[in-house]
């Protein structure tokens, strides 16, 4: 179950293409690294939630941090969790995730 493995610290690396990615600073869409973040969890929890980090632009920088909303599929419960970037390398980036114990009421 998702709900019993989701506190578990999940970190993925997402290698983006850009036509010039030495020149900084490189930007993404938060909706991106929602979906690195999901591919994360999957890869730590063999399922994968729903996630909403909002529709901001973000400047690829070691240790930026987004609060985003996580949602259970299988129980239909959300969970506040932040998103941590970090090993930025040009428009290349790893990320990791914290979610809360409970969900949001």
């Known amino acids: 179950m998702l709900r ?10 997402a290698a983006l293409l850009s036509g010039c990615s030495s020149e900084p ?6 909706s991106d690294i929602a979906a690195t973040a999901v591919s994360a ?4 929890t063999g399922e994968a939630p729903a996630m909403n980090c ?14 985003c909303v ?3 599929t299988t129980l239909g419960e959300d969970f506040d969790s932040e998103v941590t970037i970090t090993d930025v390398d040009g428009a290349n980036y790893s ?5 809360a114990e409970e969900p949001r009421e």
């Open 4 to 13: 019993s493995a989701i506190l578990v610290c999940a970190v993925a690396t």
């Open 25 to 30: 600073p490189v930007e993404v869409s938060a």
């Open 41 to 44: 969890l999957e890869q730590s």
């Open 54 to 67: 909002g529709t901001d632009t973000i400047q690829l920088k070691n240790n930026a941090k987004l609060d």
């Open 70 to 72: 996580l949602t259970d």
């Open 95 to 99: 990320v990791s995730v914290a979610v």
